[in-house]
């Protein structure tokens, strides 16, 4: 089966003229239409570059991106406008329109694509309703907790009916119960319409709850990748044992009724 998502020998330097940092390093990744996948690593590792790959946000120095079976490094600058409605992105803090209501916000790329009113804001309820904010469409994201606020986003995401949703640190600036929340409203959405997931964190935690695949970033280089499962229980290299026994030192430490490492 193809992958929805390819990557080929992905790398990007920055500075390339004086002083360069090689952020990627000969990166090569395939992702499967549906699969909700996890890609992690500590800060700096390259991890956030890496998903703006996807979408081009950031432009690879060499390698090839591949998405839905179009070259995106190929496309002109109109048709990477129309590829990116099939990606959506949702972000560590939310990145709302803070001038604009709940409705406004998730509609607001509904408007950009030139959706008349009356059908955006219709499809603007399907998704609150989805998300569970049916009655906070006319609130700004001010008197919204984190947690609501993160769903907003997601709705946002939704709007255009996207292929692929990137999730960059999206469940970081939560505190533990809400982040279980919103796990388990990506995992619903994941279930109900199929959409491919790429999550990008440091946390062991949240891809252990709800990715089916894992590729571990470090120094600009997956160093390993496979099923959640078999990563876990028997990872294979340093830097994957060094985030799994961490990750096993907090939940025995919490456990036991301490605070963690």
Same mark, same amino acid.
């Given at each position: 089966?193809?992958p929805?998502?390819?990557?080929?020998? &992905?790398?990007? &330097?920055?500075?390339? #003229? @004086?002083?360069p940092?090689?952020?990627?390093?000969?990166?090569s990744?395939?992702?499967?239409?549906?699969?909700?996948?996890?890609?992690?690593?500590m800060?700096?590792?390259?991890?956030?570059?890496l998903v703006?790959c996807?979408?081009?946000?950031?432009?690879?120095?060499?390698?090839?991106?591949?998405?839905?079976?179009?070259?995106?490094?190929?496309?002109s600058g109109?048709?990477?406008?129309?590829?990116? /409605?099939?990606?959506?992105?949702?972000?560590?803090h939310?990145n709302?329109?803070?001038?604009?209501?709940?409705? +406004?916000?998730?509609?607001?790329?509904?408007?950009?694509? #030139?959706?008349? #009113?009356?059908?955006?804001?219709?499809?603007?309820?399907?998704?609150?309703?989805?998300?569970?904010l049916s +009655?906070?469409?006319k609130a700004?994201?001010?008197?919204?907790?984190?947690?609501?606020?993160?769903?907003?986003?997601?709705a946002?995401?939704l709007?255009t009916?996207?292929?692929i949703?990137?999730?960059?640190?999206? $469940? @970081?600036?939560?505190?533990?119960? /809400?982040?279980t929340?919103?796990?388990?409203?990506?995992k619903?959405i994941?279930?109900?319409?199929?959409? $491919?997931i790429?999550? &990008?964190?440091?946390?062991?935690a949240?891809?252990?709850e709800?990715c089916?695949?894992?590729? &571990?970033v470090d120094?600009?280089?997956?160093?390993?990748k496979?099923?959640?499962?078999?990563?876990? +229980?028997?990872?294979? $290299?340093?830097?994957?044992?060094?985030?799994?026994l961490?990750?096993?030192?907090?939940?025995? /430490?919490?456990?036991e009724?301490?605070?963690?490492?």
């Amino acid at each position: 089966m193809e992958p929805i998502i390819h990557l080929e020998k &992905i790398t990007k &330097i920055y500075n390339e #003229k @004086s002083d360069p940092l090689k952020a990627l390093d000969d990166i090569s990744l395939d992702i499967q239409k549906g699969d909700i996948y996890g890609i992690i690593g500590m800060s700096g590792a390259g991890k956030s570059t890496l998903v703006r790959c996807l979408n081009l946000l950031e432009r690879p120095t060499s390698g090839k991106v591949i998405v839905r079976g179009k070259d995106m490094l190929a496309l002109s600058g109109r048709e990477l406008r129309r590829e990116r /409605t099939e990606i959506s992105m949702i972000f560590q803090h939310f990145n709302l329109l803070m001038q604009k209501n709940v409705e +406004d916000n998730v509609c607001f790329p509904l408007y950009i694509n #030139k959706v008349k #009113k009356a059908d955006a804001r219709r499809r603007c309820a399907e998704l609150l309703e989805i998300v569970g904010l049916s +009655d906070k469409a006319k609130a700004y994201p001010s008197q919204l907790s984190g947690g609501q606020r993160q769903r907003v986003a997601i709705a946002r995401a939704l709007a255009t009916n996207p292929e692929i949703l990137l999730c960059d640190e999206a $469940t @970081s600036a939560l505190d533990p119960q /809400t982040t279980t929340s919103i796990l388990s409203l990506l995992k619903e959405i994941n279930a109900r319409y199929g959409i $491919t997931i790429v999550i &990008i964190t440091h946390e062991m935690a949240v891809v252990r709850e709800i990715c089916s695949h894992v590729a &571990i970033v470090d120094n600009g280089r997956i160093v390993e990748k496979g099923t959640v499962d078999d990563i876990f +229980d028997s990872p294979k $290299t340093e830097e994957a044992k060094k985030l799994v026994l961490y990750r096993r030192g907090r939940d025995v /430490t919490i456990a036991e009724g301490g605070e963690g490492i």
